[in-house]
Protein backbone atom coordinates (compact mmCIF):
# COMPACT_ATOMS: atom_id res chain seq x y z
CA UNK A 1 0.00 0.00 0.00
CA UNK A 2 1.15 3.29 -1.00
CA UNK A 3 0.07 6.78 -0.05
CA UNK A 4 2.04 9.50 -1.94
CA UNK A 5 3.24 13.12 -1.11
CA UNK A 6 0.80 14.10 -3.79
CA UNK A 7 -1.99 12.01 -2.36
CA UNK A 8 -1.18 14.16 0.83
CA UNK A 9 -1.11 17.26 -0.70
CA UNK A 10 -4.32 16.83 -2.59
CA UNK A 11 -6.10 15.80 0.62
CA UNK A 12 -4.93 18.89 2.59
CA UNK A 13 -5.45 21.21 -0.66
CA UNK A 14 -9.47 19.83 -1.42
CA UNK A 15 -10.19 18.01 1.68
CA UNK A 16 -10.67 14.83 -0.44
CA UNK A 17 -8.47 12.39 -2.62
CA UNK A 18 -9.28 9.62 -4.82
CA UNK A 19 -6.81 6.70 -4.63
CA UNK A 20 -7.25 4.03 -7.07
CA UNK A 21 -7.02 0.55 -6.64
CA UNK A 22 -5.65 0.28 -2.69
CA UNK A 23 -8.18 -2.56 -1.91
CA UNK A 24 -7.62 -6.00 -3.29
CA UNK A 25 -10.54 -8.58 -4.34
CA UNK A 26 -10.39 -10.34 -1.18
CA UNK A 27 -11.36 -7.29 0.78
CA UNK A 28 -14.18 -6.41 -1.68
CA UNK A 29 -15.77 -10.20 -1.95
CA UNK A 30 -15.53 -10.32 1.57
CA UNK A 31 -17.78 -7.23 2.73
CA UNK A 32 -20.22 -7.86 -0.65
CA UNK A 33 -20.98 -10.85 1.33
CA UNK A 34 -21.13 -9.08 5.03
CA UNK A 35 -23.22 -6.90 3.39
CA UNK A 36 -26.05 -8.92 2.31
CA UNK A 37 -25.94 -10.65 5.90
CA UNK A 38 -26.16 -7.06 7.55
CA UNK A 39 -28.83 -6.10 5.51
CA UNK A 40 -30.79 -9.18 6.28
CA UNK A 41 -30.20 -8.33 10.37
CA UNK A 42 -29.90 -4.75 10.82
CA UNK A 43 -29.02 -3.15 14.08
CA UNK A 44 -30.69 -1.17 15.96
CA UNK A 45 -29.43 2.26 14.57
CA UNK A 46 -30.04 1.09 10.89
CA UNK A 47 -32.53 3.36 8.68
CA UNK A 48 -34.58 3.51 5.43
CA UNK A 49 -34.67 6.43 3.92
CA UNK A 50 -37.00 5.28 1.00
CA UNK A 51 -40.18 6.67 1.71
CA UNK A 52 -43.26 4.37 1.32
CA UNK A 53 -44.25 3.54 -2.35
CA UNK A 54 -41.02 5.20 -3.68
CA UNK A 55 -38.89 2.66 -5.89
CA UNK A 56 -35.65 1.00 -4.83
CA UNK A 57 -34.00 1.22 -1.39
CA UNK A 58 -32.00 3.75 0.77
CA UNK A 59 -30.39 1.95 3.63
CA UNK A 60 -27.98 2.99 6.05
CA UNK A 61 -26.40 0.91 9.29
CA UNK A 62 -23.88 2.13 11.83
CA UNK A 63 -21.48 -0.04 14.08
CA UNK A 64 -21.31 -3.09 11.94
CA UNK A 65 -17.85 -3.97 13.53
CA UNK A 66 -19.51 -4.35 16.61
CA UNK A 67 -21.61 -7.07 15.28
CA UNK A 68 -19.89 -8.69 12.27
CA UNK A 69 -16.89 -10.73 12.21
CA UNK A 70 -16.35 -9.84 8.44
CA UNK A 71 -16.30 -6.00 9.08
CA UNK A 72 -14.15 -6.32 12.17
CA UNK A 73 -11.60 -8.16 10.28
CA UNK A 74 -11.88 -5.29 7.67
CA UNK A 75 -11.21 -2.63 10.71
CA UNK A 76 -8.33 -4.58 11.78
CA UNK A 77 -6.83 -6.14 9.00
CA UNK A 78 -7.42 -4.30 5.36
CA UNK A 79 -5.09 -1.59 4.92
CA UNK A 80 -7.59 1.17 5.72
CA UNK A 81 -6.19 2.59 9.27
CA UNK A 82 -2.51 2.26 7.31
CA UNK A 83 -4.18 4.84 4.26
CA UNK A 84 -5.49 7.32 7.11
CA UNK A 85 -2.97 7.47 9.56
CA UNK A 86 -0.39 8.52 6.66
CA UNK A 87 -3.21 11.16 4.86
CA UNK A 88 -3.35 12.54 8.21
CA UNK A 89 -0.01 12.64 8.40
CA UNK A 90 -0.69 11.20 11.99
CA UNK A 91 1.73 8.67 14.34
CA UNK A 92 -1.85 6.70 14.53
CA UNK A 93 -4.75 5.73 13.35
CA UNK A 94 -7.49 5.08 15.61
CA UNK A 95 -10.68 3.22 14.27
CA UNK A 96 -13.90 5.84 15.40
CA UNK A 97 -16.86 4.12 13.92
CA UNK A 98 -18.34 2.40 10.23
CA UNK A 99 -21.44 2.67 8.17
CA UNK A 100 -22.74 0.85 5.63
CA UNK A 101 -24.43 2.81 3.22
CA UNK A 102 -26.65 1.14 0.13
CA UNK A 103 -28.41 2.72 -2.70
CA UNK A 104 -30.34 -0.17 -4.76
CA UNK A 105 -30.91 1.05 -8.86
CA UNK A 106 -34.20 3.07 -8.85
CA UNK A 107 -33.51 4.88 -5.86
CA UNK A 108 -34.12 8.53 -5.90
CA UNK A 109 -33.66 9.69 -2.27
CA UNK A 110 -30.45 11.71 -2.12
CA UNK A 111 -28.16 11.93 0.40
CA UNK A 112 -28.34 16.12 1.65
CA UNK A 113 -25.43 18.04 1.68
CA UNK A 114 -23.72 18.04 5.25
CA UNK A 115 -20.46 18.10 7.15
CA UNK A 116 -19.88 14.97 8.70
CA UNK A 117 -18.06 15.86 12.01
CA UNK A 118 -20.29 18.21 13.36
CA UNK A 119 -22.87 14.80 14.30
CA UNK A 120 -19.48 13.24 16.53
CA UNK A 121 -18.55 14.16 19.93
CA UNK A 122 -14.82 14.47 18.20
CA UNK A 123 -12.60 17.11 18.18
CA UNK A 124 -9.53 17.67 16.15
CA UNK A 125 -8.22 17.95 12.73
CA UNK A 126 -7.19 14.52 11.95
CA UNK A 127 -10.26 12.98 11.70
CA UNK A 128 -11.50 11.44 8.12
CA UNK A 129 -13.28 8.65 6.49
CA UNK A 130 -12.50 6.42 3.66
CA UNK A 131 -15.75 5.60 1.52
CA UNK A 132 -15.36 2.13 -0.16
CA UNK A 133 -17.90 1.18 -2.99
CA UNK A 134 -18.45 -2.01 -3.59
CA UNK A 135 -20.35 -1.71 -7.05
CA UNK A 136 -18.70 0.31 -9.75
CA UNK A 137 -19.76 3.64 -9.35
CA UNK A 138 -20.24 6.31 -12.20
CA UNK A 139 -19.78 10.08 -11.55
CA UNK A 140 -23.61 10.55 -12.00
CA UNK A 141 -24.45 8.15 -8.73
CA UNK A 142 -20.84 9.03 -6.55
CA UNK A 143 -20.24 11.30 -3.80
CA UNK A 144 -19.80 15.03 -4.82
CA UNK A 145 -17.21 16.78 -2.45
CA UNK A 146 -17.31 20.75 -2.80
CA UNK A 147 -13.28 21.34 -2.96
CA UNK A 148 -11.93 23.27 -0.02
CA UNK A 149 -14.62 23.39 2.31
CA UNK A 150 -13.36 21.85 5.08
CA UNK A 151 -11.85 24.92 6.06
CA UNK A 152 -15.26 26.34 6.25
CA UNK A 153 -16.09 25.35 10.12
CA UNK A 154 -18.49 24.25 11.63
CA UNK A 155 -22.57 23.95 10.49
CA UNK A 156 -25.46 22.49 11.74
CA UNK A 157 -26.73 18.93 11.23
CA UNK A 158 -29.81 18.12 9.75
CA UNK A 159 -31.30 14.58 10.19
CA UNK A 160 -30.91 12.82 6.81
CA UNK A 161 -34.65 10.83 7.47
CA UNK A 162 -36.71 13.63 7.38
CA UNK A 163 -34.04 16.81 7.35
CA UNK A 164 -35.13 18.35 10.67
CA UNK A 165 -32.11 20.14 12.11
CA UNK A 166 -29.96 19.20 15.01
CA UNK A 167 -30.91 21.03 18.03
CA UNK A 168 -29.61 23.60 20.53
CA UNK A 169 -26.06 23.41 18.53
CA UNK A 170 -25.85 26.92 17.93
CA UNK A 171 -24.32 26.23 14.26
CA UNK A 172 -24.89 28.67 11.47
CA UNK A 173 -26.92 26.87 8.64
CA UNK A 174 -24.96 25.33 5.50
CA UNK A 175 -25.46 27.50 1.96
CA UNK A 176 -27.75 26.64 -0.40
CA UNK A 177 -25.60 24.27 -2.50
CA UNK A 178 -27.93 23.19 -5.52
CA UNK A 179 -28.93 26.77 -5.59
CA UNK A 180 -25.22 28.27 -6.80
CA UNK A 181 -23.79 25.12 -7.38
CA UNK A 182 -21.41 26.90 -10.14
CA UNK A 183 -19.47 28.89 -7.32
CA UNK A 184 -18.07 26.07 -6.03
CA UNK A 185 -15.57 23.19 -7.00
CA UNK A 186 -17.63 20.24 -6.93
CA UNK A 187 -15.29 17.29 -7.16
CA UNK A 188 -16.74 13.35 -8.28
CA UNK A 189 -15.27 10.39 -10.10
CA UNK A 190 -16.05 7.19 -11.90
CA UNK A 191 -14.47 4.67 -9.35
CA UNK A 192 -14.53 0.43 -9.62
CA UNK A 193 -14.17 -1.69 -6.71
CA UNK A 194 -11.14 -1.75 -5.12
CA UNK A 195 -10.95 2.40 -5.33
CA UNK A 196 -11.67 4.90 -2.31
CA UNK A 197 -12.53 7.93 -1.49
CA UNK A 198 -10.40 9.62 1.61
CA UNK A 199 -11.77 12.88 2.92
CA UNK A 200 -11.40 14.98 5.63
CA UNK A 201 -14.46 15.08 8.11
CA UNK A 202 -15.41 18.77 7.51
CA UNK A 203 -15.72 18.97 4.21
CA UNK A 204 -19.02 19.56 2.78
CA UNK A 205 -20.41 16.68 1.05
CA UNK A 206 -23.46 15.08 -0.41
CA UNK A 207 -25.02 12.49 -3.19
CA UNK A 208 -27.12 11.68 -5.61
CA UNK A 209 -29.73 9.20 -5.45
CA UNK A 210 -28.95 5.91 -7.78
CA UNK A 211 -31.02 6.23 -11.11
CA UNK A 212 -29.50 2.92 -12.70
CA UNK A 213 -31.84 0.35 -13.76
CA UNK A 214 -29.15 -2.66 -12.50
CA UNK A 215 -26.38 -1.48 -10.85
CA UNK A 216 -26.57 -1.47 -6.99
CA UNK A 217 -24.45 1.23 -5.17
CA UNK A 218 -22.98 -0.49 -1.85
CA UNK A 219 -20.55 1.30 0.06
CA UNK A 220 -18.75 1.35 3.49
CA UNK A 221 -17.60 4.19 5.49
CA UNK A 222 -15.44 3.85 8.02
CA UNK A 223 -14.28 6.86 9.77
CA UNK A 224 -11.07 7.39 11.63
CA UNK A 225 -9.12 9.03 13.83
CA UNK A 226 -5.43 10.62 14.47
CA UNK A 227 -3.29 12.38 17.25
CA UNK A 228 -4.54 15.40 17.48
CA UNK A 229 -8.61 13.98 17.86
CA UNK A 230 -10.03 14.93 21.54
CA UNK A 231 -13.62 13.40 22.68
CA UNK A 232 -15.78 16.53 22.60
CA UNK A 233 -19.11 16.92 24.47
CA UNK A 234 -20.77 19.13 22.11
CA UNK A 235 -23.18 21.63 22.73
CA UNK A 236 -27.05 19.92 21.92
CA UNK A 237 -27.90 17.41 19.93
CA UNK A 238 -25.06 14.75 19.19
CA UNK A 239 -25.44 11.81 16.64
CA UNK A 240 -22.13 9.85 16.82
CA UNK A 241 -21.13 7.47 19.08
CA UNK A 242 -24.05 6.02 19.72
CA UNK A 243 -22.92 4.55 23.46
CA UNK A 244 -20.99 6.57 25.81
CA UNK A 245 -17.16 5.43 25.49
CA UNK A 246 -16.30 5.82 28.88
CA UNK A 247 -14.11 9.34 27.95
CA UNK A 248 -14.74 12.70 29.16
CA UNK A 249 -14.21 16.04 27.04
CA UNK A 250 -11.14 16.30 26.16
CA UNK A 251 -9.70 12.58 26.53
CA UNK A 252 -7.76 11.16 23.61
CA UNK A 253 -9.85 8.94 21.68
CA UNK A 254 -8.04 5.77 22.56
CA UNK A 255 -10.69 3.28 24.20
CA UNK A 256 -11.58 0.08 24.02
CA UNK A 257 -14.97 1.55 21.80
CA UNK A 258 -11.73 3.90 19.37
CA UNK A 259 -8.70 1.15 19.59
CA UNK A 260 -5.55 2.24 17.73
CA UNK A 261 -5.76 -0.12 14.84
CA UNK A 262 -2.12 1.46 13.02
CA UNK A 263 1.00 3.15 14.72
CA UNK A 264 3.50 4.62 12.18
CA UNK A 265 7.33 2.50 12.91
CA UNK A 266 9.40 4.46 15.51
Given at each position: ???????????E????????????????T??????????????????????????????N??????R??????F?????A????G?????????????Q????E????????????Q???A??????????L?????S????????????????????????????????????????A?????????WD???????????M???????????????????????????????????????????????????????????W????
Open positions: MVVTVQDIETYRDGVVCLRGVFDEKWILLRDWTERAMANPGPDAEEYTRPGKPGRAFDLDLARHDGFRNVHQSPAEICRIMRSAKANFFYDLIVKPGTSEKTPWHQDPYWVSGRQVCSIWPLDPVKDVCVQYVAGSHNWGAHNPHHFKDNSPYVDTGLPELPDIDRREDYEIKTMQPGDCLVFQAIVHGAPGNASAQTRRRALATRWTGDDARYFVRDGEVGIPTRDPGLVHGDIMDCDDFPVIRAAA
